[in-house]
Every structure is written in C-alpha cells, then in structure tokens.
C-alpha cells in the first residue's frame, strides 16, 4: 500500500520551517526519505527503522513514530538548496522480497 | 567512480514499438529496482530484482518486461501492451534487500508519439 504523504506542496520564505509527514495505515519495516531536484534522480537523505527513533541533524531530520507507521520529516530554517519535491519510502517487511513503495511526493519552493 | 548508469538519457518512439532502457551499475550491488514517474507524481514500482536470475513484479508491471542475466545489469523493456507509455524512468540499486539506501541512475525519458 502507497504511504500517504502531506502536504502535497509547501513554498516557505528562506529560514522558514517545514514538516512533511508520511504515514501507512499497517506497521513499516522502515522509512526511507529521499529529495528530488527538477529533471534529476532523487538522492537519499536517511532511513529510520526503529520505533521512537529520531534521526539527522540540526537542519533535517525526521521522526518515526512508536507504532512504525507515521514519520515525519523536518527542514529547519530553510535554504534555497532546500527546494525540490520530497519522497518518502516505505518497507512493509524485512525479507527476500522486500519492495520500497513511494509516497506521492511533497513539493517544496523556498523563496529568498 | 561508481554509479548507475541509466542509457539512453532521452528516447523517442513510434507508437506500437518495444523499447528497451539499459540499466548498469558498478556497485557490486543484489538489489535492483525499475521505478515510473509521472509528471507531478511520486515513483512507482514496476519491477525489482533481488538476486540474479530472478525478478519480481511491482505494482505497475503490466507492459514491461525485465531480465537478470548479471548482477551488473538490469534492463526494462517497454512493450506495445503498455498503454501510456510515456514517461520518466528511474533505475535504482541498494546494495542488499532491507539494507537502506536506493542509489538512483539519472533517468531515461521515454517519448511516444
């Protein structure tokens, strides 16, 4: 099942906050989240596998929920490099035949 | 350096021909994955390969087809079944299954007119 990603766009002022959430109606396995550039390939930020878990730093991070299935991904006084769409991954199980599945992306614009 | 590397970067074709998008990575990686992108839409799976020799569909496999015959490579065919065929493809490996990070080539834009 394709994670549920909000808000679909976001446009924020240089040194705004944002928070993008990505949540699954079953327990995740894990949470990638990955970062695309118009006409680019999508570039991965970090990935979360456990419960409670806070990963990143003082400028991205992100969350993943006790129940494993909302995270939330956090971009702390934006740049203009923040700009692009946001994806969020999820894996329903550990084995052989694991898949990531995409969210529908979040747009991001950060304006000077 | 090492990489994945997507061929041909853009490719037009006629309508009712079979295309097929060369895959090929340098890292030594198991896992491989073909992914679709819609204008203004997230990536969806069309098909995955854990280990060589052996393929699974993804959500969207209908009108493609895809060979493993070596770890280095992963090529998808798009076939005359597919429907809407024009698209952005996104090749991507992760060095095992369950152990994280997709490395994405650059795309191939496929055009049908």
């Known amino acids: 099942q394709q994670p549920v990603q909000s808000p679909q766009a976001v446009i924020l002022r240089e040194g705004e906050d944002a928070v993008i959430n990505c949540s699954s109606s079953?327990?995740?396995?894990?949470v990638h989240w990955y970062r695309q550039k118009h006409g680019e390939a999508p570039v991965f930020l970090m990935i979360?596998?456990?419960?409670?878990e806070q990963k990143g730093h003082e400028k991205i991070s992100a969350s993943f929920n006790e129940k494993k299935q909302q995270s939330s991904l956090y971009l702390t006084a934006s740049q203009l490099s923040y700009s692009g769409t946001y994806f969020c991954?999820?894996?329903?199980?550990?084995?052989?035949?694991?898949?990531?599945?995409f969210g529908s992306g979040t747009r991001l614009s950060i304006r000077p | 350096d090492g990489g994945i590397t997507q061929s041909p970067k853009y490719l037009f074709r006629k309508e009712g021909q079979n295309v097929t998008l060369s895959c090929e990575q340098n890292?030594?990686?198991?896992?491989m994955y073909w992914y679709r992108q819609d204008p203004g839409q997230g990536l969806r799976l069309i098909y995955y390969?854990?280990?060589?020799?052996?393929?699974q569909k993804g959500d969207i496999a209908e009108g493609y087809s895809v060979s493993r015959e070596k770890k280095e490579s992963f090529p998808l065919t798009v076939t005359s079944a597919q429907k809407n065929p024009t698209a952005f493809y996104l090749c991507?490996?992760?060095?095992?299954?369950?152990?994280?990070?997709?490395?994405f080539g650059e795309g191939s834009r496929l055009t049908v007119l």
């Open positions: 991507a490996s992760s060095i095992s299954p369950n152990t994280g990070e997709l490395f």
């Open positions: 079953k327990a995740l396995y894990s």
């Open positions: 979360l596998l456990k419960g409670g």
């Open positions: 991954g999820t894996e329903m199980t550990h084995s052989s035949a694991s898949k990531i599945i």
């Open positions: 890292l030594n990686h198991d896992a």
């Open positions: 390969s854990q280990i060589v020799n052996d393929f």
